[in-house]
């Protein structure tokens, strides 16, 4: 299985938001992307990130990335879908993979580190396309 996780680049993420956890900062994110990464790897799948800036070059990113090959599972990271001052972002995101991978199926993780359960709920761990 060739999984995809699509995050915030962690350094251009706004730690001051009120809409954040406390406490998070960069390296808390990418500590949970190669956590994430590492788990997926263990269970034998290919497992790439896909990480963009919250602004409108997001979604060409994404297609850029899933056009690099077959992806059975894509995941878009809660930082993604959970911060509402870029929920514009995050239309872009699912357009952009609708639209470049159509019958890839989406997961959705709450946080780096429960990644590969996402991908477990939706896919079963299974390939699901060529």
């Known amino acids: ?19 954040l ?15 994430a990464l590492e788990e997926m790897r263990g269970r034998g799948w290919t497992a ?17 990335k899933l056009a690099s090959g077959a992806f059975d599972c894509l995941v878009i990271g809660a930082g993604i879908r959970a911060w509402p001052r870029h929920l514009s972002v995050f239309e872009r995101i699912l357009n952009a993979a609708r639209e470049a ?7 959705f993780n709450t946080r780096p580190e429960d990644s590969a359960e996402a991908v477990e709920r939706v896919c079963g761990g299974q390939p699901t396309a060529g």
């Not at 956890?21 to 990418?30: M, N």
């Not at 790439?48 to 850029?64: F, I, T």
């Not at 991978?101 to 997961?107: L, N």
């Open 21 to 35: 956890p406390p406490g998070l900062d960069a390296e808390k994110i990418r500590h949970g992307i190669q956590v």
């Open 48 to 64: 790439e990130d896909c990480l963009v800036r919250p602004d409108d070059q997001a979604g060409p990113a994404l297609k850029a």
């Open 1 to 19: 299985m060739r999984v995809l996780l699509v995050g915030y680049e962690p350094e251009v993420v706004d730690f001051s938001d009120p809409a």
């Open 101 to 107: 991978a159509p019958t890839v199926p989406i997961a």
